[in-house]
């Protein structure tokens, strides 16, 4: 069956008080808006639109930053969610199938749900996604009648008998996109907010005979974002069932409660994530890889049988391959280590490739900026690096070289050659303790003086 997904975008977020757009504030390091589209991307739909209206542009980049098949229609004006929805029948009005309406800052929505709901349709032309609410507050209310939804009310329109009611809107919605544009082209706004609700799709369907039906899920799945107070707790939510689903999938983390995932963290079985450690955007951690302690990881691969930090951080670019080891107060950035590569200490590594087995010596850097560009550095296999060498790159060290430690390479060095770029050590006996006693003498003689 072919699926279709409306995805709204096009409010402002007043109350998040931002110049962002609501929904390209983060949780788990991606833009809400990446999160309800990954909930939709699970059924593999034929079609995506996102209806824009605020910050347009940015909302169009961040859709089509997520999935470039995204198509992206304007709603200038925002009157409401049913004119929201109409936005998109020039581009699905004719497809064939089923379209399901999402929110772009309800980021919790289970594919499971989704697929709950497009079952549903068989016994349904209109189905609607509902909770019961533990604080019913604001929420449109369904009205039901057996498992028949008759209506829904939203707040403002609702009698106090119907605002008693605790099973609300989520605001997901799915029919065929045949009834779904041809009833959202008939919605008026004659009521209190003077909008055109895109919940009134229920008491038309069922005026044209069609039966609407509702799909229950748990609240926490319809956590909607409106404050930055609600970002956070979404962030907390986010990040309890990320590490819970990382347990699961046999990962062991040490102190789950101080791990960070990324919306797309991806990590292997038998892998061991220690304390404190922050996976940012683009992640992937191999099987029985092991991240130690307080690491900060983004953009990076990290292969079988490779150990990381404590205290190491992997920028964008950074791959490691099978058993590479990198240590305490390392910096890795666009680089590829070959495997077994070891990097210890205290060092950047940037813009560069290492060949298999080499070894990188405490205090290297790669200087790959010259100020205005940036150059690499290429080290070949089983190279040794010794402690605290400056690599001025762009410069290459061949196979089985070896740098002396404390040297400045500005040069290629040849496979198997030592480089040494340093000053010659001079030794004078005996001088650093008559340089010591004419210092200590000619303090004593100002104090007396
Ligand atoms: C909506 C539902 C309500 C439901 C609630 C759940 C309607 C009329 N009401 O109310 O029944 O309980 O969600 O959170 O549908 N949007 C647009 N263009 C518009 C208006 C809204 O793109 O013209 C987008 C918003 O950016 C947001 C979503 O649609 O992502 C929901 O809009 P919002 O104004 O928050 O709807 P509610 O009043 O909360
Ligand atoms: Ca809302």
Redesign the pocket.
């Known amino acids: 069956m072919q699926v279709s997904l409306v995805i709204?975008?096009?409010?402002q977020g007043t109350r998040m008080n931002s110049d962002l757009p609501?929904?390209l504030h983060r949780i788990a390091a991606a833009p809400l808006l990446h999160h309800a589209m990954a909930a939709g991307r699970a059924l593999e739909p034929a079609r995506t639109v996102v209806?824009v209206?605020h910050g347009g542009e940015e909302v169009a980049k961040a859709a089509l930053g997520y999935d470039e098949r995204a198509e992206v229609v304007v709603?200038a004006e925002?009157?409401?969610?049913?004119?929201?929805v109409a936005q998109a029948a020039p581009l699905l009005a004719d497809a064939p199938g089923e379209v399901i309406v999402l929110?772009?800052?309800?980021p919790f929505i289970r594919p499971e749900t989704l697929q709950a709901m497009l079952a549903a349709r068989a016994e349904a032309g209109v189905v609607v996604l509902g909770f019961h609410a533990a604080d019913p507050g604001r929420?449109?209310r369904l009205i039901t009648e057996g498992d028949a939804l008759l209506a829904?009310r939203?707040y403002k329109d609702a009698s106090d008998e119907e605002r008693e009611i605790n099973l609300?809107?989520?605001?997901v919605i799915c029919a065929s996109a045949e009834v779904l544009f041809r009833l959202v082209e008939k919605l008026g706004n004659q009521n209190a907010a003077g909008?055109y609700?895109?919940?009134d799709v229920v008491e038309l369907a069922r005026a044209e005979g069609l039966s609407a039906g509702v799909v229950i899920c748990d609240e926490a799945e319809?956590l909607?974002v409106n404050t930055r107070a609600q970002l956070a707790e979404a962030e907390r939510e986010f990040q309890i069932n990320a590490r819970a689903a990382a347990l699961e999938d046999g990962v062991t983390l040490t102190a789950p409660e101080t791990v960070f995932f990324a919306l797309d963290t991806v990590i292997g079985r038998d892998a061991i994530i220690g304390p404190n450690v922050i996976f940012g955007p683009g992640v992937t951690i191999e099987s029985g890889a092991e991240i130690k302690g307080f690491c900060h990881l983004e953009g990076c691969h990290v292969s079988r049988g490779a150990d990381v930090g404590p205290f190491a951080r992997l920028r964008p670019g950074a791959e490691l391959a099978e058993d590479v080891h990198v240590g305490n107060f390392v910096e890795i950035k666009n680089a590829i280590l070959d495997e077994g590569v070891k990097v210890g200490h205290l060092t950047y590594i940037g813009d560069a490739d290492i060949g298999e087995h080499s070894n990188i010596g405490a205090g290297t850097v790669t200087c790959n900026y010259d100020g205005v560009m940036k150059h690499r550095t290429v080290i070949g296999k089983r190279a040794f690096i010794g402690s605290d060498t400056m690599l001025v790159a762009p410069v290459t060290v061949g196979d089985g070289a070896l740098t002396g430690s404390g040297s400045v390479i500005t040069e290629d060095v040849p496979a198997g050659a030592l480089a040494l770029a340093r000053a010659r050590q001079v030794t004078r006996p005996g001088l650093a303790t008559r340089l010591m006693d004419k210092l200590r003498a000619i303090k004593a003689a100002k104090q007396k003086a």
């Open positions: 709204l975008a096009a409010g609501k929904v209806v209206g709603q925002q009157l409401g969610t049913g004119h929201a929110y772009g800052d309800t929420y449109g829904i939203e609300c809107n989520s605001g909008e609700y895109l919940t319809t909607g």
